[in-house]
């Protein structure tokens, strides 16, 4: 999906409050990549995580902290600004993008992530095998509460 289109649907979406801040800087600017450029940072994230299974258990979604900083240092950067922006709270500021994050990230996927359906996963004894996307949904968040309570840590 372009940035642009992206943008778009995110301005048409009626569950935004017209003043939200999301909405005034799309309104700004439609062309601006802020928002796309996180949403694509976290899908890639879900997308790029290690896959293990544990004994006893289903597939889990693996992220490390390594990997998971970069993407809460830019949130952390845009909190700032489009606070500073808009002259609003950083709280308001990082709860609205954490909204949007959770409800559009699938959205910057390509065709081919999203019907990527082989996936390399380690056991729990550390033995690589391809396996089928069935058995993990490759593009969603298993757990996106404790997801977004890990990423709250570090911004």
Known sequence: MLKQ????????????DHTSIVTQLLQNNIKSPLIYNLCRSFYLLVYNSNIIKKPGSRYECYISDDSLIPAASDLNEAINYLSNQFQVSPEEVKNEL??????????????????????????????FQMEVGSLYEPNQFPNWDRFEQRVRAFV
């Open 98 to 127: 954490f909204y949007v994050i959770k409800r559009y990230y699938t959205d910057t996927a390509t065709k081919e992530e999203l019907n990527n359906q082989f996936r390399m996963t380690e056991s729990y004894n550390n033995q």
């Open 5 to 16: 289109e992206f943008n778009h649907r995110l301005l048409i979406d009626e569950t935004f």
